[in-house]
């Protein structure tokens, strides 16, 4: 039986410290758990030593192998805040004015591909199936095939991919698609974003599409969309059960007025200011909500070295204390914003209490917290989603009110909408997007990649240091 290596730049280490419960975490550990195997990473500890002294820590708890490392500091600076945060991120999401690209950290992306793919070879297996997850990894199965490794190497990406007039504006753009077509199988999170892909090859080099099967640059791979999913059972059984006693003050202080409930970590891709000049124009269209509703936006920070990263903080910093100047009275304030963590389970509690949940990044690969907010609701009486168009999951989830954006007016009357729609209404549409989360939930995710992944025959030709391959099969 083929043993599964997962490969991300960050591991969730079972130790009760450094364990993460997002969806990318969620849905390794049940394909790892169920067929056994191993993960390996970065452990997110930034070392002094160099790359040669530093030891890899090996350890198996559970059936599986946990293979980790640190980060010099130059590295972490080069690879992880530079080039995969402050280029692909950016650029992946469609700001080309915030993308800082440096040579040197191009070359250290490069570098650092290089040394995991190095350090990753002795612990491979012949029959292993490597399962690769993310922008930072971008390079890592053209650096397998450059040591001669034959196995079987698939790749999800999720974040958005760009269209050519965005990722080809990146100065390394055609190293990147060609170091893509050494994976077997690319996975993305929705059609657009695989179509976006294939156009950016056809658009530098000649590509040979039958089906999902391609060739360029003379090597071949498929490729396939799989949004991911969450576990909706699990968020249910969270998001149940009697409240803590501050929540329950909270609810009821509230009363009769609606809550409307935001939560995203910091980043300009979420589309925070817009959202908060949105609900700014529900106050001003819509004055019969003033006094009546409630904003609550969750934004803890992340990548706080990333200066765009500062600047987003210090923009709703100011815009939550104008509109509460604005607005709010002694008796009422319009908007909260915190800029700090909510433990898991008491985050689906809180959704669950709320009436709306508001989602309008402006480029997502899926948005996992659009799921979660609908798996949280209670069924007899069910909050009312409004979604952004550009979020992956607008493409299932599409009886949440869906809006553009950038159009705060749209948002607004959606929100006027939310807040007055009857139950019957909400339970509808609660039904249908449920029914959705249900099908496609992390475990189809994970099973109809892994599938595809070992429908693909492994490479039986021995790849030189140049990663060549003397001869390779026709598309069948």
């Known amino acids: 039986m083929n043993r599964l290596v997962v490969v991300s730049n960050r591991i969730a280490i079972p130790n009760g410290t450094k364990a993460s419960a997002g969806g990318l975490a969620v849905g390794i550990m049940d394909a790892l758990k169920t067929t056994g195997g191993m993960w390996f990473g970065w452990n997110g500890e930034i070392n002094e030593i160099g790359e040669d002294d530093e030891e890899m820590n090996v350890f198996e708890q559970d059936n ?49 591909n290089r040394m995991l793919a190095r350090r990753l070879l002795p612990l491979l297996k012949a029959d292993d199936v490597l399962w690769i997850h993310d922008y930072h990894l971008l390079p890592f199965a053209a650096e397998l095939r450059k040591l001669g490794v034959q196995n079987r190497i698939g790749f999800f990406l999720h974040i958005p991919f760009p269209t050519p007039e965005i990722f080809n504006a990146l100065p390394p753009h055609k190293e990147l698609l060609e170091m893509l077509c050494d994976y077997d199988l690319l996975g993305f999170q929705t059609e657009s974003d695989r179509t976006a892909f294939l156009e950016c090859l056809s658009f530098l080099t000649l590509m040979q599409s039958k089906g999902k099967k391609h060739t360029a640059f003379g090597k071949h791979f498929i490729t396939g969309v799989y949004p991911i999913g969450i576990e909706p059972d699990s968020i249910k059984e969270m998001a149940e059960g009697p409240l803590p006693p501050k929540m329950a003050a909270m609810k009821k202080d509230l009363g009769d007025a609606k809550n409307i409930i935001a939560c995203e970590r910091l980043d300009y891709s979420k589309g925070l200011p817009e959202r908060f000049l949105a609900y700014e124009a529900l106050l001003e269209n819509y004055p019969e909500h003033r006094g009546k509703i409630r904003f609550s936006q969750i934004a803890p920070t992340s990548r706080g070295d990333v200066q765009a990263y500062q600047d987003i903080r210090h923009q709703l910093e100011t815009e939550a204390g104008r509109i509460n100047g604005k607005y709010g009275t002694l008796g009422w304030t319009p908007l909260y914003y915190l800029n700090q963590h909510f433990e898991r389970r008491l985050l689906m509690k809180i959704f669950r209490l709320t009436d709306i949940g508001l989602v309008t990044p402006l480029r997502d690969g899926m948005n996992l917290v659009a799921k979660e907010y609908v798996a949280a609701q209670d069924p007899r009486d069910p909050g009312v989603l409004v979604l952004s168009r550009f979020a992956g999951a607008a493409n299932e989830l599409t009886s949440a009110l869906i809006v553009n954006p950038y159009d705060r007016d749209e948002v607004a009357a959606a929100l006027n909408q939310a807040a007055t729609m009857p139950l019957n209404e909400r339970i509808s549409r609660y039904k249908d997007m449920m029914a959705v989360l249900q099908k496609n939930d992390i475990t189809h995710w994970r099973k109809t990649y892994l599938k595809d992944l070992l429908a693909i025959p492994a490479r039986s030709q021995v790849l030189g240091e140049a990663g060549k391959v003397a001869t390779l099969p026709r598309l069948a």
């Open 64 to 112: 599986i192998t946990y293979a980790s490392f640190g980060l010099n500091q130059n590295d972490y600076d080069l690879y992880y805040l530079q080039f995969s945060n402050a280029v692909i991120w950016p650029a992946f999401h469609y700001r080309l004015d915030l993308v800082n690209f440096q040579r040197e950290a191009w070359d250290v992306y490069c570098r650092v």
